[in-house]
């Protein structure tokens, strides 16, 4: 049996799209699925169980699980009460890893490229290089706690799951994150606009040397992102901390190009300026260092951004059913 928290969210439910594919049907997810069409998400997958994350430290007691795959979050960079983003992002899964760790249970969780902030101390997923970041927002601080958390035991030779992965994902799009509203990808958000032929808007910059739309980012496909995680699942001997991008950052200009570009149709773009309220903590360039990831014995590569823009448009966003 396998746990998958935050299974009907984005990441995780094509996580349990790739484990029913791969014959797994023994899936649990834990997850509340509200009233923003979550349930959507897992309409066409097959689970044993859903399980409330208040409810899963108890339902936990006397199971045995082949993998716990730790997504659930408040993942809202936004978010700012600090005491429940705390709970949910920093002592819940903590909980989860003295679990894993007393039970042999193999635990792989995501961390986020959020714990990089303005990206001025690099984008290393070294353990030595961690603990001198500085998130710029409540959610990456929660997500960086819990790495040195991690990192910190492990370097103290303390008890750990027998295999234990954070993976900082970088900027990901692709099927099931309608849910996500504000949060979805930019792509997500504008495709029936661009659809419709109407104007598509993108911040102008407001630092010199960058264009306007030529603010960059590390978007990586989240079919991509699964395939590094079903990797892991079937490498046991492989732990650490490990960047999950291309390696490789483009413009938001170069995105909605390839989705004009995927749907035959002529660009319509203009330039509006930035909110003041986030200019001073906006990131202009974030890029992945997926060296590690690969010296770990990780040879999946990753989708070209044009190939994963067209996957995504013609696979999901120009059809009835975007749903995976």
């Known amino acids: 049996m396998l746990l998958v928290t935050g299974g009907a969210g984005f990441i995780g439910s094509n996580v349990v799209a790739a484990l029913n594919d791969a014959g797994r049907s023994d899936v649990v997810v834990c997850d509340l699925l509200g009233r923003e069409g979550k349930w959507r998400n897992l309409a066409k997958r097959q689970i ?8 899963l430290v108890q339902w936990l007691n006397g199971r045995k699980l082949d993998a716990l795959l730790h997504l659930g979050a408040i993942s809202e960079t936004t978010a700012i009460d600090g005491d429940l983003v705390i709970e949910a992002n920093f002592r819940f899964p903590m909980r ?11 635990f792989i969780y995501a961390s986020s490229a959020a714990t990089y902030g303005d990206g001025t101390q690099g984008f290393s997923d070294d353990p030595s290089a961690l603990k001198n970041l500085r998130p710029m927002n409540l959610y990456g601080w929660s ?3 819990f790495d040195l958390a991690v990192i910190d035991r492990a370097a103290r030779g ?21 849910h996500k509203g504000s949060m979805m990808s930019v792509l997500a958000r504008r495709f029936d606009d661009i659809k419709a032929g109407r104007v598509v808007q ?7 040397g960058i264009a306007d739309g030529d603010q960059r980012r590390d978007f990586i496909y989240v079919d991509d992102v699964v395939r590094v995680m079903m990797w892991l699942l079937a490498t046991p001997s492989v732990s650490g901390i490990f960047n999950v991008g291309t390696g490789k950052a483009r413009s938001f200009k170069d995105l909605m190009l390839a989705a004009y570009a995927a749907l035959g149709t002529k660009p319509n773009i203009e330039y509006i300026d930035m909110p003041e309220a986030i200019r001073g903590s906006y990131q202009y360039f974030t890029q992945s260092e997926v060296d590690r990831l690969c010296r770990a014995g990780y040879n999946g590569g990753f989708t070209p951004l044009e190939d994963a823009v067209k996957a995504y448009v013609g696979g999901y966003l ?7």
Do not use: M
């Open 96 to 106: 989860l890893l003295d679990w894993c760790a007393t039970t042999a249970t193999p």
């Open 318 to 324: 120009d059809r009835p059913d975007r749903f995976r």
């Open 158 to 178: 303390e008890s750990l799951p027998p295999q234990w992965a954070g993976l900082k994902f970088f900027n990901v799009f692709g099927p099931n994150e309608y």
């Open 48 to 55: 044993v169980d859903i399980v409330p994350p208040a409810e």
């Open 143 to 145: 997500k960086h706690l």
């Open 202 to 208: 993108l911040f102008k910059s407001h630092r010199e």
